[in-house]
């Protein structure tokens, strides 16, 4: 019988995992991004500067949502590939001048989660994707999105669930609200923990206990066996994304909307997750359902 990843008996927390303030390229403070965010419905956001660790001060408890400790690395790895990297934790000791590679080994040994960031905008290869075994990959990236369409990272996600069927999907912001690229608000994370705390929504990530999405939203992800039933916000589709080709799905094109599916998981597919679309083409993700033996 396979191990169900979701419990979605805590309570729902939205956040962002990837933004940009005055610290390096944004063009807010984090005093600035903290009423904002708060002001649209958010409980927690990542501090993701450029090669900036965070070090959130215990003067942070003041803030209207709680921030979480992270950086973004980027530069190129010894195949001549480019990469930008979100890592979500509390770092120490990390600097461009020891390279990409060295700040990734480094990320990873003081338990950070690693995320591969808007890959497609990028340009990396699905060889790339594979490279340097990224806990998760940004499904969803709203500002590369705006920039030139290159927001979606789901073929990424899928070569490299077929190495590791437990990589995460993330929906981000990216936000720097500059007026190049101003947006924010447009792609986020709803994690499922028992509080908004720091280790119960790092807990939470680190197992995968959230969603993705740019409105949608999953209100329960029950598992029996190889059932599945979810209930949801109004949505016009539903999918069971598997390996390949393979899926199954509900909804039709006549514009009625439903809150509730069911499906069946084939036993034989290494992997599944779910994907909704509302009305308005707007989607969410879950993670893979099952948690891959031995993880």
């Not at 419990?7 to 610290?23: I, M, R």
């Not at 699905?126 to 969803?140: H, I, M, N, S």
């Amino acid at each position: 019988m396979p191990t169900h990843r979701y419990n979605t008996n805590g309570k729902w927390f939205k956040g962002n995992t990837h933004l940009h303030s005055t610290a390096s390229d944004g063009g807010k403070t984090f005093s600035e991004l903290a009423r904002m965010y708060a002001g649209a419905g958010y409980d927690f956001l990542f501090r993701t500067d450029h090669w900036v660790a965070s070090r959130i001060a215990a003067g942070d408890a003041d803030a209207p949502l709680l921030w979480l400790d992270g950086i973004e690395l980027d530069g190129t790895d010894d195949t001549g590939s480019s990469f930008h990297v979100v890592c979500l934790g509390t770092f120490t000791g990390l600097s461009r001048d020891e390279g990409l590679v060295a700040a990734l080994g480094a990320a990873r040994a003081q338990g950070g989660i690693l995320i591969l960031a808007h890959p497609h905008w990028m340009g990396n290869s699905l060889e790339d994707a594979l490279r340097w075994g990224f806990d998760g990959v940004e499904v969803y990236n709203y500002v590369c999105r705006w920039l030139n369409g290159k927001g979606d990272g789901g073929v990424h996600w899928s070569a490299m669930l077929e190495r590791c069927p437990d990589t995460l999907a993330f929906a981000c912001d990216d936000a720097h609200i500059v007026p190049s690229h101003p947006g924010w608000d447009g792609g986020w994370v709803v994690v499922n923990a028992s509080s908004c705390t720091q280790d119960a929504i790092m807990s939470a990530i680190r197992a995968g206990h959230f969603y993705s999405t740019c409105g949608p939203e999953f209100h329960e992800i029950s598992c029996d066996g190889y059932q599945v039933t979810i209930r949801t916000s109004p949505v016009q589709y539903a999918r069971l994304v598997g390996p390949g080709p393979l899926g199954t799905r509900v909804g039709s094109f006549d514009g009625a909307l439903f809150t509730e599916a069911s499906f069946t998981i084939p036993e034989a597919w290494p992997y599944a997750y779910l994907e909704i679309e509302d009305s308005q083409r707007h989607r969410a993700w879950t993670n893979p359902l099952f948690i891959a033996d031995g993880a």
